[in-house]
């Protein structure tokens, strides 16, 4: 096995149980239910992989515990929004939406580029509402930084800008932003957007 290959965990249905605090045929409910993503064995045995049982776990605000928590670090939390412009103003209107719309999501904001890669290291936000124009730093070399980075989670950054050029919004599709809105932005529209993000993640598409 290689030096950085993860090495896969499964856990048995009474092993689900007993991580969770409840009797085993309460994890087999859930599996049998659709909620927890499970396999079965030739022998006629649930099997659950440790990614769907985290997944499991997060999606309803369960504890997450130590003995799957080795690689959390590596995961964006996908309650957590972070947004980066350095327009103040601008900044805190859509923290104040944002907090109202999704009171159950932690908005975090950054006004610079330094202080953006100091927040993603440190809270790994899942969703990063990105100002193209910053000072000090180009939006785009930001975004392919945070995108080619394994240790950020893999965040989806959403694009912002003042100036509705179809060439940037292209660029910035390109280095991997999810969408791009130009300024003044529809709050609304941006909720949507973000719910759906969310929703897609969940499913397991690749968000």
């Known amino acids: 096995m290689a030096k950085n290959e993860k090495k896969i965990r499964i856990f048995s249905a009474l092993?689900?149980?007993n991580i969770c605090g409840v009797v085993n045929q309460t994890a087999i409910n859930w599996i049998k239910s659709g909620y927890l993503k499970a396999f079965m064995t030739p022998g006629g045995q649930y099997r659950v992989y440790e990614e769907d049982l985290l997944e499991f776990l997060k999606s309803r605000g369960m504890r997450i515990p130590e003995e799957i928590d080795a690689g959390e670090e590596e995961i964006a939390e996908w309650q957590r929004v972070l947004i980066v412009?350095?327009?103040?103003d601008i900044n805190h209107i859509i923290k104040r939406y944002l907090s109202r719309k999704m009171p159950e999501f932690t908005i975090l904001q950054a006004f610079d580029g330094y202080e953006a890669g100091r927040m993603i290291s440190e809270w790994k936000p899942g969703i990063i509402i990105l100002d193209?124009?910053?000072p000090g730093i180009d939006g785009h070399i930001l975004c392919r930084k945070i995108k080619s980075d394994p240790d950020l989670g893999n965040p989806v950054i959403i694009g912002i800008t003042g100036l509705d050029n179809p060439e940037e919004r292209k660029a910035l599709l390109k280095e991997g932003?999810?969408?791009i809105y130009t300024k003044p932005l529809d709050l609304e529209v941006l909720v949507?957007?973000?719910n759906d993000l969310i929703l897609k993640y969940r499913r397991g598409n690749g968000a």
């Open 192 to 194: 949507v957007k973000i």
């Open 85 to 88: 412009d350095d327009d103040r």
């Open 132 to 134: 193209i124009y910053l």
């Open 15 to 17: 092993e689900v149980a």
């Open 177 to 179: 932003a999810e969408a």
